[in-house]
């Protein structure tokens, strides 16, 4: 059941960059209080959405917990989950708008607390499976309730009404989000899916423990592109082109993941072995590859979150594509865990350097030639595609 409701809260994100790219717009054209308008604005629907689909989950928790083996009150909890999960990304989407980031970290680390601290209590007090079940609703309602906190009464004072066309741009920037996260996760673990079925045990855990420590690589980077995105977002509303946060982004990214990777290859079995065990170790032999092919996948965030901040259809066609091409390799190609290292990593650069000719090509000279929508109130029409 955890792992339904991690996939159904990493579904309903898809809402932040939309509510965040909005807020960030409105900002830059000089309106915080219209920016303030689409939060509450988003917050209003996305808190009838998330308690609708609470009830729905409760009242057919039976069903469900038949069809996932699950005890009713395991979905009773759960159905928490579910709605809290639709409304915390527009909190996150207003914080990362207004570039508090540090308020935007505590909240996932209230999040992450939360749950943990909870369960720690809650199974120590002997309450086991019910201990480990509730302990996710405690953590989603701790952040909520942090967020909101955070957000402050602001969002209350001074507020002009959202635009007309915010629930077009809202749903259209969140459909392209969740193709785009959609296919990004496809990347990121089809190969886990297809080690598994495929090698020994032995291999596959080995594989596994190689893959949860690769994502050490990108901590670094998510932290990045979190500060990046409503800065490119308000350069680009500015009619600025954003060749030199994209720079300075992409060499933050390239150095912090590189200092990560090449230490891997001499000291990966190590890490490895200390981390699981001896026999997970083997994967030593190819782990300082796979986190190498991590850094290719870090530097396509950078591209991923200036596409979602412009005009995102071709990157997510882009993204779709190669997650397609990637499983199709794996199926032909991947024959051992050297050649599955291989496949992720080449996927990976080949990513970055579609992004990178992408934009050379084609979205540098379209924000050069397009009007800007700062500049659109002025009575110039905007050309955006979301």
């Known amino acids: 059941m955890n792992a339904a409701l991690v996939v159904w809260i990493t579904a309903a994100g898809v809402v932040q960059p939309a509510v965040a790219r909005l807020i960030v717009e409105a900002r830059t054209a000089g309106s915080p209080a219209r920016g303030w308008g689409i939060y509450r604005a988003a917050l209003r629907l996305n808190a009838v959405i998330g308690a609708a689909l609470c009830v729905l989950v409760w009242v057919l928790r039976g069903p469900l917990a038949a069809a ?41 680390v209230l999040f992450a607390f939360g749950r943990l601290l909870s369960a720690a209590v809650l199974l120590a ?39 007309p066309d915010t629930l077009r741009r809202g749903v259209a920037l969140s459909l392209y989000a969740f193709v785009a996260y959609g296919a990004w996760m496809l990347l990121l673990n089809a190969d886990l899916f297809w080690v598994n079925r495929t ?21 670094f980077p998510a932290a990045v592109v979190i500060i990046f995105y409503p800065r490119v977002v308000a350069a680009i509303s500015r009619g600025q082109l954003p060749d030199r946060l994209v720079a300075a982004a992409g060499l933050a990214v390239l150095f912090s993941t590189m200092a990560l990777a090449l230490p891997a290859f001499p000291y990966g079995g190590l890490v490895l072995r200390l981390a699981f065990g001896a026999r997970y170790a083997l994967a030593g032999d190819y782990f300082g590859w796979m986190a190498l092919g991590m850094v290719g996948y870090a ?45 992720f990593g080449l996927t990976g650069v080949a990513l970055a350097i579609g992004g990178l000719a992408l934009y050379a090509l084609w979205l540098r000279p379209a924000l050069a030639s397009a009007v800007p929508p700062a500049r659109a109130e002025a009575g110039e029409a905007p050309q955006w595609l979301a």
């Open 68 to 108: 996932f083996r699950l005890p009713d009150w395991a979905l009773a909890w759960a159905s928490i989950v579910v709605g809290v999960a639709v409304v915390r990304p527009v909190i996150a989407g207003a914080l990362q708008g207004g570039e508090r980031f540090v308020s935007f970290g505590l909240v996932r």
């Open 125 to 163: 007090l002997g309450l086991g499976l019910w201990g480990g079940v509730v302990s996710l609703p405690i953590g989603a309602v701790a952040a909520l309730i942090g967020g909101l906190a955070a957000v402050g009464a602001r969002a209350s004072r001074g507020v002009d009404p959202a635009p």
């Open 199 to 219: 090698f020994s045990a032995l291999a596959a855990g080995a594989y596994a423990a190689a893959a949860v420590l690769r994502r050490a690589v990108i901590l």
């Open 299 to 343: 530097l396509a965030a950078i591209w991923l979150n200036l596409y979602l901040a412009s005009r995102p259809g071709p990157y997510a066609v882009l993204l779709l594509a190669t997650a397609g091409l990637q499983a199709g390799a794996y199926v032909v190609l991947g024959a051992t865990p050297q050649a599955m290292v291989t496949i």
